[in-house]
């Protein structure tokens, strides 16, 4: 099993050698982008699961959180426990202050730009059928603890955030 190492895992999320690629995707995806912010090191904006900062032409500020992947996979791995020894909730069960997540699968150069709020609204629908349907668990182990989440296939993350926006009384 590969470890992991925190402080890497950082340095290879906050990897300079990426912001063409990431500028390369904002531009694509938000035409009227006006600037673009790397949100990095021990700030506010990373405690609230910001990793970049958008302004639009509109006037209007997008908040990002970016999750890169190092090989391509069919599925969309939802960190439910960041670390296994102090129960510190993963990503997908913060309330983070973001607009979309981008997902990054670096080989294929694919991204997934998920809307935050329909995600969480899909993970709040779909988590104890996905908890059940995709055991294991994956676990990350890290130096020291794990990190446990649960592998959904792409199509039905996807599928799940459409269903998501449709509100019925």
Same mark, same amino acid.
């Given at each position: ?14 990897? &300079? ?14 035409? +009227? ?49 960041? +670390? ?19 997902? &990054?699968?670096?080989?294929?150069? =694919? ?39 649960? &592998? ?6 996807? +599928?799940?955030?459409? =269903? ?6």
């Amino acid at each position: 099993m590969k470890v992991h190492d925190f402080k890497e895992r950082l340095a290879f999320s906050e990897s &300079a050698s990426h912001e063409g690629f990431w500028s390369s995707v904002y531009e694509k995806a938000f035409p +009227n982008l006006v600037f673009q912010k790397l949100c990095s090191g021990k700030c506010q904006g990373q405690y609230l699961g910001i990793d970049r900062v958008i302004q639009l032409s509109s006037g209007r500020t997008l908040y990002i959180d970016e999750k890169k992947r190092s090989g391509d996979y069919s599925d969309i791995f939802l960190e439910v426990i960041s +670390n296994d020894r102090t129960g510190a909730p993963g990503w997908i069960e913060k309330d983070l202050q973001i607009d979309y997540l981008a997902y &990054a699968f670096l080989p294929s150069q =694919r991204v997934y730009l998920f809307n935050w709020p329909m995600l969480k609204r899909a993970w709040q629908h779909f988590k104890e059928t996905w908890k059940q349907k995709y055991t294991p668990h994956i676990q990350a182990q890290n130096v020291g603890y794990q990190s446990v989440g649960v &592998a959904v296939p792409i199509r039905e993350v996807l +599928n799940a955030i459409t =269903r998501a926006g449709i509100i019925e009384p």
